[in-house]
């Protein structure tokens, strides 16, 4: 696994490498894949409804979330995309949410993607770069306590149930929160 050296002025646009993946930072033109994963029935069960519905919702989607992002905390929620052939297969990454004190790890994969341990190539990825390029000491993760797939992928990867909360929009939802130190 490779991780290019954070440069304070320019961010580089690929930002892990695994043996099979690419974590690159989204771009506009990411927007179909986003418009397609935003919309897939787990992420509307899972995660939510974020009313993406056209082209044009993806990009304001991707500029007001995942670009914005980077410019504030230089890290956010990466593409990623299969080597073998070069197509966006999910997302993952760091959040910075208000909601919460801690970084959160974030995924999610279209279907075709699911069950091929992607995910946990990504996350453990990913977790590796919070620790050693962004010094992070604690990251946390959010479930939907129905997600047991979600929930056995945090686990395998060292994360423990901390508590139960309700986070906005979506207040009447339990959620739980896991956590890596």
Same mark, same amino acid.
């Given at each position: 696994?490779?991780?290019?050296?954070?440069?304070?002025?320019?961010?580089?646009?690929?930002?892990?490498?695994?043996?099979?993946?690419?974590?690159?930072?989204?771009?506009?033109?990411?927007?179909?894949?986003?418009?397609?994963?935003?919309?897939?029935?787990?992420?509307?069960?899972?995660?939510?409804?974020?009313?993406?519905?056209?082209?044009?919702?993806?990009?304001?989607? $991707?500029?007001?979330?995942?670009?914005?992002?980077?410019?504030?905390?230089?890290?956010? $929620?990466?593409?990623?995309?299969?080597?073998?052939?070069?197509?966006?297969?999910?997302?993952?990454?760091?959040?910075?949410?208000?909601?919460?004190?801690?970084?959160?790890?974030?995924?999610?994969?279209?279907?075709?993607?699911?069950?091929?341990?992607?995910?946990?190539?990504?996350?453990?990825?990913?977790?590796?770069?919070?620790?050693?390029?962004?010094?992070?000491?604690?990251?946390?993760?959010?479930?939907?306590?129905?997600?047991?797939?979600?929930?056995?992928?945090?686990?395998?990867?060292?994360?423990?149930?901390?508590?139960?909360?309700?986070?906005?929009?979506?207040?009447?939802?339990?959620?739980?929160?896991?956590?890596?130190?």
């Amino acid at each position: 696994m490779t991780f290019p050296s954070l440069n304070e002025e320019v961010f580089p646009m690929v930002v892990i490498e695994t043996s099979r993946l690419v974590l690159r930072r989204l771009e506009e033109r990411d927007a179909e894949f986003i418009l397609t994963l935003v919309n897939d029935p787990a992420w509307l069960e899972f995660i939510g409804d974020k009313g993406v519905r056209t082209l044009d919702d993806a990009c304001v989607y $991707l500029r007001n979330g995942p670009l914005a992002m980077y410019a504030q905390h230089g890290h956010g $929620l990466y593409c990623v995309e299969s080597k073998a052939s070069g197509e966006a297969i999910g997302l993952c990454g760091l959040i910075k949410r208000d909601t919460l004190p801690d970084v959160d790890l974030g995924y999610a994969f279209l279907p075709p993607a699911r069950g091929g341990g992607y995910a946990f190539e990504a996350a453990s990825a990913t977790m590796a770069y919070a620790r050693e390029t962004l010094g992070l000491q604690r990251v946390v993760a959010i479930v939907s306590p129905g997600n047991a797939r979600s929930i056995a992928l945090l686990e395998k990867l060292g994360f423990r149930f901390e508590k139960s909360l309700q986070l906005p929009p979506k207040e009447d939802r339990e959620t739980w929160l896991y956590a890596a130190a």
